[in-house]
């Protein structure tokens, strides 16, 4: 008997559909800390998180660090402080020039830095699994994706209103074999003993 497969914290956690709970903002996909630490800490009991120094460098800005744990993994995770158009955010206010003239960015606050920890968080957590799919630039995680790329089969019985179509298939493609024929008319028919009983008849 085969064992079955333990299902790894990635797997468990990557599976998760998040978006009821993600706003967009810039272009970018937010998903809420509170929502995503509770879905981890559901799921993975043992899970812990520390913060980091936040760093400072004057040409750079701000940047928060954040450390989770699970199931005795511990991985990093650093996110710099931005404002609304995704600017470095610094101690001082300061400008930049685009081709629509001067733009402004303010300093940052404790506020602004509080809300890149938090965002930091969920960018390490997703390094679990929880949320990656939006980071990969996609809309519904892998196995739902899956899920909904799976066609709906339709079960062909001789006699039906599709068993005319497959017939006329059938007589067209004899020289391919029963076994590749069946083959194709699985990706959207469901094949049962009898019903292969009866494309061999055709066969014949």
């Known amino acids: 008997m085969t064992a079955k497969k333990t299902q790894t914290t990635f797997e468990m956690l990557s ?29 993975c009991p043992d899970a812990t998180y520390e913060i980091g ?35 470095s955010m610094k101690k001082e206010a300061y400008k930049y020039k685009t081709k629509y003239g001067d733009k402004d960015v303010a300093a940052a606050t404790s ?6 920890i938090m965002r930091c968080l969920v960018k390490n957590l997703a390094m679990f699994g929880l949320g990656i799919y939006i980071f990969a630039g996609d809309d519904i995680p892998t196995t739902e994706a899956e899920e909904q790329a799976a066609p709906t089969l339709i079960e062909l019985k001789k006699g039906d209103d ?7 298939f059938i007589d067209t493609n004899k020289a391919k074999g029963i076994d590749v024929i069946v083959d194709q008319l699985k990706t ?11 494309i061999q008849k055709l066969l014949k």
Not at 15 to 41: C, D, H, P, R
Not at 63 to 71: A, G
Not at 162 to 168: A, D, H, L, R
Not at 188 to 198: D, G, H, L, Q
């Open 15 to 43: 599976a998760i559909n998040v978006n009821k709970f993600v706003e967009k903002k810039n272009g970018l996909t937010y998903l809420s800390w509170a929502y995503a630490w509770s879905q981890v800490k559901s799921n």
């Open 53 to 87: 120094e936040t760093d400072y460098d004057e040409a750079l800005g701000f940047m928060c660090h954040t450390l989770v744990t699970i199931s005795g993994e511990t991985l990093p995770m650093w996110l710099p402080v931005m404002d609304g158009a995704n600017k």
């Open 111 to 116: 506020f602004d830095i509080n809300k890149t």
């Open 162 to 168: 599709n068993w005319k179509k497959v017939s006329s």
């Open 188 to 198: 959207k028919y469901v094949i049962n003993a009898s019903t292969k009983t009866e």
